[in-house]
């Protein structure tokens, strides 16, 4: 009887010191200090690689970038896996269910507006594509000029993108291609003229020094949307206007239910030093922040 005491006593304090254990590492992490994991969808990896880089330079935290297809991110957030997330949509009524369910409302932050693109081989002088053409070889109809399309992961934003616009369900067999990354797309259509990538646009304003020499052997294209007759580059300021048919709008999606890390970096993001790196990197920014001007009465010589 006394051994089974004396093991019942050590059972508990080992469930207390694991508890406390536990207590203080939650205790560990504020919105500026501390651990976590951020899942991405990998259209979107440059630019949030550039703002956890500043962002772990100025407070004591360490974030953990994981590039996902958009399918795998949401998988790993609903499974409890990952608390935050950058998105190119919301979540939908089934996904924020199962938040609910826990007794967490998801916080959802707008932090830039990006785009997705068509590529071509440098090779090609016609920069010019109607997104009416893409849409129809997607559907079947092959016989314009249009040899191939080229996308990253079968289950990406940009995927689940475009075949939203075409009416369809899944990426279509005949013609279309698949390679896992958009640096895989640019490498492929630098090399093979007539077919036609789909990136996100960020992989191709930071690109990174091994891919910067297949990034110049492709031409950016204009695209002219269903409702247009003229043709837009996907550059800040098409979007802007909102004249650029495939710009959507990216959001940081945080689940932890508490005031942790995930709350301090996306307001970072959204903040005025978040929303300067989105302007440097091609993207549009929620907020343009403000340029400030020294206005002066007389002009001087400050060189002597």
């Not at 997330?85 to 007794?103: Q, T």
């Not at 093979?192 to 052997?217: A, C, F, R």
């Not at 950016?220 to 206007?241: F, H, M, R, T, W």
């Not at 990197?281 to 343009?288: C, F, I, R, T």
Request: glycine residues 6%.
């Amino acid at each position: 009887m006394r051994t089974i005491a004396k093991l019942s006593c050590l059972f508990i304090v080992v469930l207390f010191v694991t508890a406390c254990n536990k207590s203080n590492t939650a205790n560990q992490e504020t919105i500026l200090k501390g651990n976590a994991t951020l899942l991405v969808d990998e259209t979107l990896k440059p630019i949030m690689e550039d703002q956890i880089e500043i962002f772990e330079s100025r407070y004591e935290a360490k974030i953990k970038l994981d590039a996902k297809s958009e399918s795998e991110v949401i998988q790993s957030l609903v499974k409890d896996t990952s608390s935050m997330a950058v998105l190119s949509r919301k979540l939908n009524d089934d996904e924020m269910k199962v938040f609910a369910a826990r007794k967490i409302i998801p916080k959802i932050t707008p932090i830039a507006i990006d785009a997705i693109a068509f590529i071509s081989n440098g090779q090609s002088k016609d920069t010019l594509v109607a997104l009416s053409d893409v849409l129809d070889f997607m559907k079947g109809k092959t016989e314009g000029k249009i040899k191939g399309l080229v996308f990253d992961d079968p289950n990406s934003s940009t995927v689940r993108y475009m075949n939203n616009l075409a009416g369809l369900n899944s990426i279509p067999q005949k013609g279309v291609f698949s390679f896992g990354t958009n640096n895989e797309v640019i490498k492929f259509v630098s090399e093979n003229e007539g077919m036609i990538g789909v990136v996100g646009l960020n992989w191709l304003s930071q690109p990174t020094p091994e891919m910067q020499h297949y990034v110049d052997k492709v031409n950016l294209l204009s695209v002219k949307g269903l409702k247009d007759s003229n043709y837009y580059a996907p550059d800040q300021n098409n979007i802007a206007e909102g004249k650029y048919a495939l710009a959507r709008d990216l959001y940081i999606i945080n689940c932890q239910g508490f005031s942790g890390l995930g709350m301090g970096f996306a307001s970072f993001v959204a903040g005025d030093i978040g929303q300067r790196i989105i302007l440097k990197s091609g993207l549009l920014p929620v907020k343009v922040p403000p340029r400030k001007l020294n206005i002066r009465k007389e002009i001087t010589n400050d060189k002597k």
